[in-house]
């Protein structure tokens, strides 16, 4: 708790008279008690700190993806579209966890996402390869439970949205 006095002035305006009146120049003072700001819970984990030192391989594509992802912002490395492909992939797929469609967008996962299927696709010579696309999803885990437990991607999209992701990453690589 905080203990603010309020100015005279307005100490005089407001005040509850005193049993003491000798001086009329002081003038008794209000004390108000206010409670400090409290942070709202949607705002406690708001921002976290991230060290990432560029040029750094952590093995792990999706924090690689990330990393590149600030090179690209600040305008260095090469883009070959991958940030088309990412919005198309943040927008239009999603798991369906319990009824409920969590979009790549949301969990963060459509740019690091696009990042390997470029790279996938200009490693099969610029052609759409369906096995190695698929292998993509089945390969890339999903932390679930607070990183208890681990589901691929895969496994975690219904087979329509798969169809859809394929045709995304197809329609992309005819685009090159």
Known sequence: MFTLTASAAH???HAVPSA???SPIRAPTRVVRVAPFARSPSTRYARSSHVAKMGMDTGNPFVD??????DTVSGGGKDLGVSE????LGKDIYMDINGWHLFLRDAKYHVPLARIV???IANDGNRFEEPSIENILKN??????GGK????LHDLMPNIVVQDFMKICERYADDL
Do not use: H
């Open 11 to 13: 100490a005089r305006a």
């Open 20 to 22: 003491s009146t000798s």
């Open 65 to 70: 993806g990330w990393l590149d992802l600030t």
């Open 85 to 88: 492909l990412a919005e198309k």
């Open 118 to 120: 470029q790279s996938t």
């Open 140 to 145: 890339c885990p999903v932390k679930i439970g």
């Open 149 to 152: 437990s681990k589901v691929m």
